[in-house]
T-cell receptor
Framework: DAKTTQPTSMDCAEGRAANLPCNHS???????VYWYRQIHSQGPQYIIH???NNETNEMASLIITEDRKSSTLILPHATLRDTAVYYC??????????????FGQGTELSVKP | DAGVTQSPTHLIKTRGQQVTLRCSPK?????VSWYQQALGQGPQFIFQ???????QRGNFPDRFSGHQFPNYSSELNVNALLLGDSALYLC?????????FGEGSRLTVL
């Protein structure tokens, strides 16, 4: 699985968009980009994933560059409850890989009033 | 629909003891994975169970073992506990898609 690089920490004002970058320059053609977040002392929570097209769901949007070497997770209107560590993970989404995620250090996002 | 449930939520053991942690997967999920998360670190993959067999394993010693039951629930066993085994142990379940995590079992080894 390819490695990812994320900033250690970021701040965002409440109500503004939070844009979290991730570099994955060694990503393979069959690897997806996944985002999880972990609020303090809770289990990680799935946010979104994508292969090469931009994706949007009720929680966030995922923008993947055309060369797939980087991506950005966008929380359109950050709230205080979005304060968490955000993990960007790349992995092959096949059945026998279902359980294994390689977490890095993640980005600690602080949403401030 | 209950999500992934883990028990116990907190426990304290002493060095050399053995511990068993339990996990019930989300309804309809047949694959269970276990992770160890030390303080300030991201979760580390321990192993994955599917059809009652260990299918993948991370870089953990044989002191870490597991089991999956016919109802897909799972146990994680750690023998000969070391101080360094103190961590949050997370269970995740999946079925052909993204993983859903439980809230974890926090183990303290004294």
């Amino acid at each position: 699985d390819a490695k990812t690089t994320q900033p250690t920490s970021m701040d965002c004002a409440e109500g503004r968009a939070a844009n979290l970058p991730c570099n994955h320059s060694t990503i393979s053609g069959n690897e997806y980009v996944y985002w999880y977040r972990q609020i303090h002392s809770q289990g990680p929570q799935y946010i979104i994933h994508g292969l090469k097209n931009n994706e949007t769901n009720e929680m966030a949007s995922l923008i993947i560059t055309e060369d797939r070497k980087s991506s950005t997770l966008i929380l359109p209107h950050a709230t205080l409850r979005d304060t968490a560590v955000y993990y960007c993970i790349v992995r092959v989404a096949t059945y026998n890989q279902g359980g294994k995620l390689i977490f890095g250090q993640g980005t600690e996002l602080s949403v401030k009033p | 629909d209950a999500g992934v449930t883990q028990s116990p939520t907190h426990l304290i053991k002493t060095r050399g003891q053995q511990v068993t942690l339990r996990c019930s997967p989300k309804s309809g999920h047949d694959t269970v994975s276990w992770y160890q998360q030390a303080l300030g670190q991201g979760p580390q993959f321990i192993f994955q169970y599917y059809e009652e067999e260990e299918r993948q394993r991370g870089n953990f010693p044989d002191r870490f073992s597991g089991h999956q039951f016919p109802n897909y629930s799972s146990e994680l066993n750690v023998n000969a506990l070391l101080l360094g085994d103190s961590a949050l142990y997370l269970c995740a379940s999946s079925y052909l898609g993204e993983l859903f995590f439980g809230e974890g079992s926090r183990l303290t080894v004294l």
